[in-house]
């Protein structure tokens, strides 16, 4: 009887094996040579010639996508790889690379699980607070690319009476976040010194097309944010303020409300609701 002939590979068989051996850290050969697989193995696959064999070919394509998720990952994490080097954020992300192979299509995803990644890696024993920066370096990445919101403007609230601006109903855009970080990461984001250990409350958010971020040191204006996650009123948030601030003064203390709510506005971070 004639030996029944071997069905050809289905191509998400070719491509999860393409993936594999572009992803082996040796080199595509080794990858092979892991699989109990010949050299030759590709020759179906990949059309080689005199110059290069098929493995070759898929070498040089696993170094170019290597070298390009590389690039991605500096320009997402320049503080990250300022702060190690060069040569040791390349180490980083072939380790990173080989725990966490990339899932999406988009290269934009790539270094979503970096954060977290630094954790557990050798690289944040000397800097434990590089995880955190490198969180606030993917969530400034992130937003960037958030949803878009119409702002609350100064204009629209001066044209309200009294009774309609304490009822308006506002919340936070939705391109913004809120980090809570052991580290004082917003002392060092311009001059690249080492932040000091210590509890800090960093406020991120986009407006029009830049990303900022600020420390909010207030407990009353953090409580306000949190509030503000959901839809609620201007003189729901006054309450807030009122409720976690010092005593004092009542009108001193609507007065410092406002203050806070001013500068919401002016940075772009409320809208109305719903």
């Not at 092979?32 to 070919?57: C, F």
């Not at 180490?91 to 557990?120: C, M």
């Not at 506002?170 to 580290?183: E, G, N, S, T």
């Not at 009353?220 to 729901?236: G, K, S, Y």
């Amino acid at each position: 009887m004639p030996s029944e002939s071997r069905q050809p590979p289905s191509l998400r068989e070719v491509q999860q094996l393409l993936y594999e051996l572009m992803m082996a850290p040796s080199g595509v050969a080794a990858g092979l040579a892991e699989k109990g697989l010949p050299l030759d193995a590709l020759d179906g696959l990949i059309v080689g010639d005199d110059r290069l064999a098929a493995v070759a070919r898929l070498d040089i394509y696993a170094n170019m996508y290597f070298f390009r998720i590389l690039d991605v990952l500096r320009e997402e994490f320049p503080r990250v790889q300022a702060a190690l080097g060069p040569a040791a954020f390349h180490d980083l992300v072939t380790d990173y690379l080989l725990a966490n192979r990339p899932a999406h299509p988009s290269l934009r995803e790539v270094g979503g699980r970096l954060p977290e990644f630094l954790r557990a890696h050798a690289s944040a024993g000397e800097r434990p607070w590089l995880p955190e920066l490198a969180a606030l370096e993917r969530t400034h990445r992130e937003l960037f690319d958030g949803a878009d919101a119409e702002p609350l403007t100064l204009a629209a609230l001066q044209g309200l009476t009294a009774e309609a601006f304490s009822t308006l109903g506002v919340r936070l855009i939705p391109a913004q976040r809120m980090l809570v970080h052991a580290f004082q990461l917003s002392r060092g984001w311009d001059s690249g010194a080492a932040p000091d250990r210590g509890p800090e409350t960093l406020l991120v958010w986009r407006r029009d097309a830049v990303v900022h971020h600020r420390a909010v040191s207030s407990a009353a204006e953090v409580a306000m944010l949190r509030r503000a996650a959901d839809l609620t009123t201007l003189a729901e948030l006054c309450e807030v303020f009122a409720g976690i601030a010092a005593a004092g003064d009542e009108a001193a203390l609507a007065a410092e409300a406002f203050q806070i709510l001013a500068r919401w506005v002016d940075d772009g971070l409320l809208r109305e609701g719903p």
